[in-house]
């Protein structure tokens, strides 16, 4: 059974950093792009960042570019999402999904329950 767990979402002040991790189980990680995407309430869950299954390719939406990095530790099946300078429209659920990488919350098969950040201005 695959399971995919979010942690180290809270709520933090504009400016602030958190680190976002994922640890996947059930699946052969290393095989697997992975995806964070962030839904607001009523929203779609849209991409914030993805990285190829062997962590040499990154995309990144255009709103978090030069503030968030995605990256993978395939030894440990683990990929984390480092937020820095958080601003208020980065509050949302994150969600860590695992699959091609795509851009599209479609190109993922396995998702996490989520985790909260709320960035208070």
């Known amino acids: 059974q695959v399971h995919l767990v979010e942690s180290g979402g809270r709520l933090v002040q504009t400016g602030g950093s958190l680190r976002l991790s994922c640890e996947v189980s059930?699946?052969?990680?290393?095989?697997?792009?992975m995806g964070w995407f962030r839904q607001g309430p009523g929203d779609e869950r849209d991409l914030v960042a993805a990285i190829s299954y062997s962590g040499g390719s990154t995309n990144y939406a255009d709103s978090v570019k030069g503030r968030f990095t995605i990256s993978r530790d395939n030894t440990k099946s683990t990929v984390v999402l480092q937020m820095n300078d958080l601003k208020p429209e980065d509050t949302g659920r994150y969600y860590c999904?695992?699959?091609?990488?795509?851009?599209?919350?479609?190109?993922?098969?396995?998702w996490g329950q989520g985790t909260q950040v709320t960035v208070s201005s």
């Open positions: 059930g699946l052969s990680f290393e095989h697997w792009a």
């Open positions: 999904g695992a699959g091609s990488f795509g851009t599209s919350r479609y190109s993922y098969e396995y």
